[in-house]
C-alpha cells in the first residue's frame, strides 16, 4: 500500500496554475500528514528535486527556482498538504511527488506537463 496519494496533476500552458493534494491513504491516519511534509519532482533524465517543505509549526521552504510563484499549505477540512503552483514555466514540468520525512513515505506521483 502507498502511503500517500497525490492528485490534480495535469497538462496546462505556461502562465497557467494548478493546485497538487496529497492525501494519506486507506488506513494512514490523517493526522501522520501534519508532520514535516515535502513536495519533490522529478524530471525526465534529473535527479528528484526538493521543491517545497512545511513543518509541523506552518514554517515553509522553497528551492529558489519556484519562490514567489509556488505555494505549500495544508488544508485541515480535507486534511491535505497542498501545493499551489501559478505562473508555471516549460522547466515546471515532472513528475511531483509527496514526502513525509519522519517515515520516508512517498507517494505514486502525478505529473504535470507545462506545455503550449
Known amino acids: 500500500q502507498v502511503p500517500l496519494v497525490e492528485s490534480g496533476g495535469g497538462l496546462v500552458q505556461p502562465g497557467g496554475s494548478l493546485r497538487l493534494s496529497c492525501a494519506a491513504s486507506?488506513?494512514?491516519?490523517?493526522?501522520?500528514?501534519?508532520?514535516?511534509m515535502g513536495w519533490y519532482r522529478q524530471a525526465p533524465g534529473k535527479q528528484r528535486e526538493l521543491v517545497a517543505t512545511?513543518?509541523?509549526?506552518?514554517?515553509?521552504s522553497y528551492v529558489d527556482s519556484v519562490k514567489g510563484r509556488f505555494t505549500i499549505s495544508r488544508d485541515n477540512a480535507k486534511n491535505t498538504v497542498d501545493l499551489q503552483m501559478n505562473s508555471l514555466k516549460l522547466e515546471d514540468t515532472a513528475v511531483y511527488y509527496c514526502?513525509?520525512?519522519?517515515?520516508?513515505?512517498w507517494g505514486q506521483g502525478t505529473q504535470v506537463t507545462v506545455s503550449s
Open positions: 486507506g488506513t494512514i491516519l490523517s493526522r501522520n500528514l501534519m508532520d514535516f
Open positions: 514526502h513525509r520525512e519522519a517515515s520516508n513515505w
Open positions: 512545511i513543518r509541523s509549526s506552518g514554517t515553509t
